[in-house]
């Protein structure tokens, strides 16, 4: 007997510090039985100059309360947001997952922190609030990333296999399906972290819109190729990523083009490496988040992996709202007790729950 579906709002914040998504589903946690609207509310630049003050820390100070703070204000902010415009009293929702914002990220040493107080967001409100999906997971010496492949899974279950799903946020993951199900899920290398880097800092801009800084740019194919042997590519997975572990230094000297073309190829081929640590070769690719809408950035990807690369949107899913659409579901699997973690996806021990469960 199945169990009755939960209308789940999902709330995402991703290392590209660019706002909140926020997106609605109705789900049990195995079925995703309908889609709701979706929102980006993006962050004011206050508050990602404090999320970036706040990066790196493993001791609350003054930088990460005041990061906190702001972090949860701009959460609140969106979900009512997200309510006023799409005419959808919250009361009609029966639990919010709350990633809130990665400032630390380090398993090795089973620590990770995601800023944000889904006790002050449930009373704010009037919802009960999941948040902490990671933590149990790093404390079992997990990777605590990523955690959307059970999503993926969710999503794909009607296409052929094997497949990858590649989300290109500020650090690019993919999550292998096999025929049978199997699940295996890593962090690829850099996503879109280190090309926005570079555009702030040699363009003013805040990311290479369309792709187009990369795609008037000549790649240094040297050094695409030495960025290659980088150690990570090797590590077989489980393996997760730190926004700063990879940056935008290996183009200094190249000119903001050459640059941004150097550094999209290398996000592209990041992703091409990980198919050594595939246990089968996958029929196709399917690219979400951010990095979807460049397509300088697809045809790099389409090139480094010689394979048929499509959309999320091209499926019909909302390539923009999955990873805020995962939290929604992973909270609906963390109140019914099932697994969000499996050893294929985080090195866990064994499939484990998670998230911490706030009242209004």
């Known amino acids: 007997m199945s169990s009755p579906s939960l209308r789940a709002l999902g709330l995402m914040s991703g290392t590209s510090v660019d706002g909140v998504d926020v997106a609605v589903i109705e789900t049990d946690g195995e079925q995703v039985r309908s889609f709701g609207g979706f929102l980006t509310v993006p962050y004011a630049d206050d508050v990602r100059r404090q999320i970036r003050l706040a990066f790196g820390a493993e001791q609350p100070g003054d930088a990460t309360t005041a990061a906190e703070q702001a972090v949860t ?3 609140v902010e969106a979900v009512k947001r997200w309510s006023q415009e799409s005419g959808t009293p919250l009361s009609t929702l029966d639990v919010v997952g709350f990633h809130g914002q990665t400032i630390t990220h380090r398993p090795e040493r089973r620590f990770t922190w995601q800023i944000g107080d889904g006790a002050a967001l449930a009373r704010a409100i009037g919802v009960k609030v999941v948040s902490g999906l990671r933590i149990a997971d790093v404390k079992a010496g997990g990777q605590g ?3 959307v492949p059970v999503y993926h899974a969710a999503l794909a279950h ?4 094997p497949l990858a799903v590649v989300n290109i946020g500020g650090v690019g993951n993919v999550t292998w399906i096999g025929a049978d199900g199997a699940l295996l899920a890593f962090d690829t290398g850099p ?4 090309i926005d880097d570079w555009c702030a800092r040699r363009a003013g801009l805040r990311f290479d819109r369309d792709g187009a800084l990369a795609a008037s740019g000549k790649v240094d194919r040297a050094r695409v190729e030495r960025f290659s042997e980088h150690r990570y590519f090797a590590v077989k997975p489980p393996k997760s990523l730190d926004r700063g572990d990879f940056n935008d230094g290996w183009a200094e000297g ?3 083009t050459d640059g ?6 290398g996000t592209a081929r990041a992703i091409a490496l990980a198919a050594r ?3 089968m070769p996958v029929a196709q690719w399917v690219i979400s988040g951010g990095g979807a809408r460049n397509p300088t950035l697809l045809k790099a990807i389409a090139e480094e992996t010689r394979g048929k690369v499509v959309t999320a949107d091209s499926l019909g899913w909302n390539g923009d709202a999955l990873e805020a659409q995962a939290f929604a579901f992973l909270a609906v699997r963390s109140l019914r007790g099932l697994p969000i973690t499996f050893p294929g996806t985080t090195g866990a021990p064994r499939p484990l729950t998670g998230g ?3 009242e209004p």
């Open 158 to 161: 009607e296409l052929p296999k």
């Open 260 to 265: 941004a073309a150097t550094l999209t190829r």
């Open 73 to 75: 204000e701009a959460h």
């Open 356 to 358: 911490r469960l706030d």
């Open 277 to 279: 640590h595939f246990p």
């Open 254 to 256: 190249l000119s903001v």
């Open 191 to 194: 996503g879109n972290a280190p």
């Open 145 to 147: 990333a990523p955690l």
